[in-house]
């Protein structure tokens, strides 16, 4: 079956820091990849996509580019704010056709000033 | 963009009773929706998918007569908490497919259940 691989937390960075949040997964054929971001007591909302490979999703200076040959899909920042402190989630779903997503476990980042 | 909005964000409820959670697409039609449950400092964990007009399809492990999932228009669906009791206590989560708008998936902000 599908699976999302999250490096394991909490992220603890000073304001400005690199961030890097790495993320693998497994899946047949060629899924969606997702990161999402969660602020405390809300809901999710989609940070950056990428449906195929070597397609680099971009928000918010926030960064990942879908490597088919090492699986993996992994969060890059490369000046992080205090606004950045969240839960973020990797997820992915079969192909383009918007089944069901699998997410990862999470990531909890906290920058401080 | 699309919007989902989740109600309510948050309810306290006694053992014994049941909790309606509500979902709308605001701007768009939801032929799918998915409900999610997040316990505290975990992952999302899938519940069950609902399409408009059709019985939900309910993840293993999942108990159906507990968790009922309407979907009757295409801007609503319900997840209704049955005879609630303090382990259903948990985070919420709708989320809504809109292929059309290419916006993908967009998610409730989610409903803090309390039960006492």
């Known amino acids: 079956g599908n699976s999302v691989t999250q490096m394991e937390g909490p992220v603890t960075l000073s304001e400005e820091a690199f961030l890097t949040i790495n993320c693998t997964y497994t899946?047949?054929?060629?899924?969606?990849l997702f990161w999402y971001v969660q602020y405390p007591g809300e809901g999710l909302q989609l940070l950056l996509k990428a449906t195929k490979a070597d397609d680099k999703g971009s928000n918010k200076g926030f960064e990942a580019t879908y490597r088919k040959e090492t699986t993996s899909f992994h969060l890059e920042k490369g000046s992080v704010q205090v606004s950045d402190s969240a839960v973020y989630f990797c997820?992915?779903?079969?192909?383009?056709?918007?089944?069901?997503?699998?997410f990862g476990q999470g990531t909890i980042l906290t920058v401080h000033p | 963009g699309a919007v989902v909005s989740q109600h309510p964000s948050w309810v306290i409820c006694k053992s014994g009773t049941s909790v309606k959670i509500e979902c709308r697409s605001l701007?768009?039609?939801?032929?799918?929706m998915f409900w999610y449950r997040q316990f505290p400092k975990q992952s999302l964990m899938l519940m069950a998918t609902?399409?408009?007009?059709?019985?939900?399809?309910?993840e293993q492990g999942v108990e159906k007569d507990k968790f009922l999932i309407n979907h009757a228009s295409l801007t609503l669906s319900t997840l209704t908490v049955t005879s609630a009791h303090p382990e259903d206590s948990s985070f919420y989560i709708c989320s809504a497919r809109d292929t059309q708008g290419g916006y993908g998936y967009t998610f409730g902000s989610g409903t803090r259940l309390t039960v006492v």
């Open positions: 701007d768009f039609q939801a032929t799918t």
């Open positions: 997820a992915l779903t079969p192909g383009t056709s918007y089944g069901k997503l699998t």
């Open positions: 609902s399409n408009e007009g059709s019985k939900a399809t309910y």
């Open positions: 899946a047949t054929g060629y899924p969606s």
